[in-house]
């Protein structure tokens, strides 16, 4: 019987053959994994779906208006906010009270009148 030489004559032929085969596989792996990263990045985003990233849900046009006011400087921002919580439907927050200080002006030096 007449025996053919292998490739590499000492039997690496088959160690050839088991790695094109995992390259092949690790190949097909690689293109399916691009093309589902690529379908995922151009996927739209739909209308009505706030919840996906990257989405703003349009703003009404009057609070584009209030935020126009506002950098304009027509309203302060304690007014901006009440008045964006109203259309928003939110809670306006209510306004806190803090007291003002009252400057106490020493008398001048040499008045020994008292003042009143």
Same mark, same amino acid.
């Given at each position: 019987?007449?025996?053919?030489?292998?490739?590499?004559?000492?039997?690496?032929?088959?160690?050839?053959?088991?790695?094109?085969?995992?390259?092949?596989?690790?190949?097909?792996?690689?293109?399916?994994?691009?093309?589902? &990263?690529?379908?995922?990045?151009?996927?739209?985003?739909?209308?009505?779906?706030?919840?996906?990233?990257?989405?703003?849900?349009?703003?009404?046009?009057?609070?584009?208006?209030?935020?126009?006011?506002?950098?304009?400087?027509?309203?302060?921002?304690?007014? &901006?906010?009440?008045?964006?919580?109203?259309?928003?439907?939110?809670?306006?927050?209510?306004?806190?009270?803090?007291?003002?200080?009252?400057?106490?002006?020493?008398?001048?030096?040499?008045?020994?009148?008292?003042?009143?």
């Amino acid at each position: 019987m007449h025996r053919f030489p292998m490739p590499g004559g000492n039997g690496l032929g088959i160690l050839f053959g088991i790695a094109g085969f995992v390259g092949t596989l690790v190949f097909i792996g690689l293109v399916i994994a691009l093309v589902v &990263y690529l379908a995922r990045r151009n996927k739209t985003v739909q209308p009505g779906h706030p919840g996906q990233p990257g989405h703003r849900a349009p703003m009404p046009p009057a609070v584009q208006i209030l935020d126009e006011r506002l950098a304009s400087g027509d309203i302060e921002i304690e007014d &901006y906010l009440n008045r964006k919580a109203a259309l928003l439907g939110d809670v306006p927050k209510p306004a806190e009270w803090t007291p003002t200080p009252t400057p106490e002006s020493p008398a001048p030096a040499g008045d020994d009148k008292p003042q009143g």
